[in-house]
């Protein structure tokens, strides 16, 4: 079975500065890596996944992550943070067939 | 193109009441599923569709059902609605066939209070 632990439930950090939000997973297998974002009121939307080749995967908005085999981890970051990065982010593991496994969720804040 | 819609927005049942959220996509998607966040919990699937007419058992299906009699359209209903089913709940779907990779696509949610 797959899981996904995400360490942190608030992450804060100062407009302008580099933000990391912390995902590792367990699963038998290759794993499919995901982070979604959840504003106030809203359904989530997608950011970035990891399926296979380049272990540093640029998605929307300026975020990236790092797929890391020996540490099992797909840490979420951004050079430069802004106040309306705000949100819910979301870490979320698959393997080949089976359905989506979410983390708890991070709460993000950016302060100006 | 209105992507993934969701019917009601807000509702408040007492115990034993029986309801039905409706989600819909114009989209197209061969996929479709039903969600429950909880605080601390994340996203949980409670059930699932491949494709019209078929369904199947998610996390967490216990007390739930569900109807795909329509591509775009999937149901999920309460029988008698239990104080543990407070939660919001979420409609995604899914392009292609592979629902391993495939990005999902969300509704805004449904928010429900069982008294």
């Known amino acids: 079975a797959q899981s996904v632990a995400q360490p942190e439930d608030q992450v804060n950090v100062a407009e302008g500065n580099p933000l990391t939000v912390k995902c590792t997973y367990s699963v038998s297998g290759n794993p499919y890596l995901f982070w979604y974002v959840q504003y106030p009121n809203r359904g989530l939307q997608f950011l970035l996944k990891y399926i296979t080749g380049d272990n540093l995967v640029k998605g929307s908005y300026g975020f990236e992550a790092e797929f890391n085999k020996s540490q099992t981890s797909f840490h979420l970051k951004k050079p430069s943070a802004l106040v309306s990065d705000s949100a819910l982010y979301f870490c979320a593991v698959s393997r080949r067939g089976q359905n989506f496994v979410f983390g708890p969720g991070t709460r993000l804040s950016v302060l100006p | 193109n209105a992507g993934v819609t969701q019917t009601p927005k807000f509702r408040v049942l007492k115990t034993g009441q029986s309801m039905t959220l409706l989600c819909a996509q114009d989209?197209?998607?061969?996929?479709m599923y039903w969600y429950r966040q909880d605080p601390g919990m994340g996203l949980r699937l409670i059930h699932y569709?491949?494709?019209?007419?078929?369904?199947a058992k998610g996390e967490v299906p216990d007390g739930y059902n569900v109807s795909r009699l329509k591509k775009q359209n999937f149901l999920l209903g309460l029988e008698s609605a239990a104080p543990s089913q407070t939660s919001v709940y979420f409609c995604?779907?899914?392009?292609?066939?592979?629902?391993?990779?495939?990005?999902?696509?969300f509704g805004p949610g449904t928010r429900l209070t069982v008294l």
């Open positions: 569709s491949v494709g019209e007419g078929t369904t």
């Open positions: 989209m197209n998607h061969e996929y």
């Open positions: 995604a779907s899914t392009i292609s066939r592979d629902r391993s990779t495939d990005t999902q696509y």
